[in-house]
């Protein structure tokens, strides 16, 4: 198996910052990449993926990174609407697998 | 505009069978170059894979539940069905089925249901 490890686990930002999450492969993994946010009780939506191609109707405050086994998705100022849990996502091997997630949350 | 609903028991009892059912609206399960799949979130937890199907028929199943999985689909009523036997209180989650856009350098979750609450108890 693949497996994708996120950094941070949870950061606190506030509305107007600019946030950083890295997903990190267990081995390369060729830009074969999605990146999906996830708000409570509700399920995944996805914002990118081949690792920096935005999905249609995403903002362009999202944008992805990345090559080789070390990704990372930016969100170049923080809205509110952006509070929730993000998750990575390799799609390289016959078996996908997500990171475990990163909550932002508010300051 | 393509929709995804689950539906079965939200109930299981324990070394029963998990059975869930998606049914698609919007567009044709046969038609494009999709998977349909179906994913899993425990309580407070990151999202599982746990398997997926082709419109031919052809499955992947994640090897950690793959002697227990059984995904199926029947085109002719636009569904496709999830099945977990021996089921244990660790299978208790929110279960999501969800469509895989399958393109040239794209394979990615574009639809998901709303998922559906299955609990593992006597």
């Known amino acids: 198996d693949i497996q994708m490890t996120q950094s941070p686990s949870s950061l606190s930002a506030s509305v107007g910052d600019r946030v950083t999450i890295t997903c990190r492969a267990s081995q390369g993994i060729s830009n074969s990449l999605a990146w999906y946010q996830q708000k409570p009780g509700k399920a995944p939506k996805l914002l990118l993926y081949a690792a920096s191609r935005l999905e249609s109707g995403v903002p362009s405050r999202f944008s992805g990174s990345g090559s080789g086994t070390d990704y990372t998705l930016t969100i170049s100022s923080l809205q509110p609407e952006d509070f929730a849990t993000y998750y990575c996502q390799q799609y390289y091997s016959t078996l996908w697998t997500f990171g475990q997630g990163t909550k932002v949350e508010i300051k | 505009q393509v929709q995804l609903q689950e539906s079965g028991p939200g109930l299981v009892k324990p070394s029963q069978t998990l059975s869930l059912t998606c049914t698609v609206s919007?567009?044709?399960?046969?038609?494009?170059?999709?998977?349909w799949s179906w994913i899993r979130q425990p309580a407070g937890k990151g999202l599982e894979w746990i398997g997926r199907?082709?419109?031919?028929?052809?499955?992947n199943y994640n090897p950690s539940l793959k002697s227990r999985v059984t995904i199926s689909v029947d085109t002719s009523k636009n569904q496709f069905s999830l099945k977990l036997s021996s089921v244990t209180a660790a299978d208790t989650a929110v279960y999501y089925c969800?469509?895989?856009?399958?393109?040239?350098?794209?394979?990615?979750?574009?639809?998901w249901g709303q998922g559906t609450l299955v609990t593992v108890s006597s």
């Open positions: 919007g567009g044709s399960i046969s038609s494009g170059s999709y998977y």
């Open positions: 199907i082709y419109t031919s028929g052809s499955t």
């Open positions: 969800a469509r895989v856009v399958a393109a040239a350098g794209r394979v990615s979750f574009d639809y």
